[in-house]
């Protein structure tokens, strides 16, 4: 699924089920990822254990050999020199995202269960007042889509982009998302962005699906780091 919302030189790898605790000698983990996840509740583990089963698969089809793949500044996760990418995991679904910082500059990939948001106030937490008045409007003509929680998404996928671009926080009304029922949606800066080889990154655009329960969005910014730029 996810594979479908990203461009060709992204390699995307996804499972609905997670991967078998170790037998026979077989190593799911390193060890400073067995570190991470010792006192962690089994859903936990499974969940941490097999987003990076699937990073490492992502990477192994760019000739990159096994590696631990470790949370660094704000939990973002460090990739092997030279690699960008995403982790998403969410009840059922865990996915990554991993390409080469040639080709694309930063990626960001969410899941999330397909259901409205369940607290009115989350909703007003992470959105804008304009963001609120054209979620009512895409709920009324196009039912069936949980608008909000397809927002909430986006906005997520957009700071695992920002974030290692800039080495900043975004907070989630620090950008402003325009969903589209095309499939695709625009997230334009309230804050500075930042500016390489003379392009300033002003905003970011992805795409969204709504499938097998889940709701999944993208963002892939191109080399020069600017998907909409001033």
């Not at 080709?103 to 607290?119: M, N, Q, Y």
Request: net charge neutral; hydrophobic share 40%; glycine share 10%.
């Amino acid at each position: 699924m996810l594979a479908s919302l990203l461009p060709p030189q992204v390699t995307a790898v996804d499972t609905y089920h997670d991967s078998p605790e170790p037998h026979s000698g077989a190593r799911l983990l390193f060890p400073q990822e067995e570190a991470l996840v010792a006192a962690a509740v089994a859903k936990r583990r499974h969940e941490f254990t097999t987003v990076r089963h699937c990073a490492r698969t992502a990477l192994a089809s760019f000739g990159l050999p096994p590696a631990p793949v470790l949370p660094g500044p704000r939990g973002a996760p460090r990739w092997p020199d030279g690699m960008v990418g995403s982790l998403t995991h969410c009840a059922g679904y865990r996915a990554a995202a991993v390409a080469r910082d040639t080709t694309v500059a930063a990626l960001g990939i969410d899941a999330e269960p397909a259901e409205p948001l369940r607290d009115e106030g989350v909703l007003n937490l992470v959105t804008l007042a304009g963001e609120r008045t054209a979620l009512r409007a895409l709920a009324a003509h196009h039912p069936g889509v949980p608008w909000d929680r397809l927002l909430f998404s986006a906005k997520e996928s957009v700071y695992k982009a920002w974030s290692p671009l800039t080495g900043r926080w975004l907070g989630f009304q620090d950008a402003r998302v325009t969903l589209r029922p095309d499939g695709t949606f625009t997230a334009g800066l309230l804050v500075p962005g930042t500016t390489r080889a003379g392009t300033t990154l002003t905003g970011f655009d992805g795409r969204w699906q709504v499938c097998d329960g889940l709701v999944v969005t993208a963002v892939t910014v191109p080399p020069e780091h600017g998907a909409r730029t001033a």
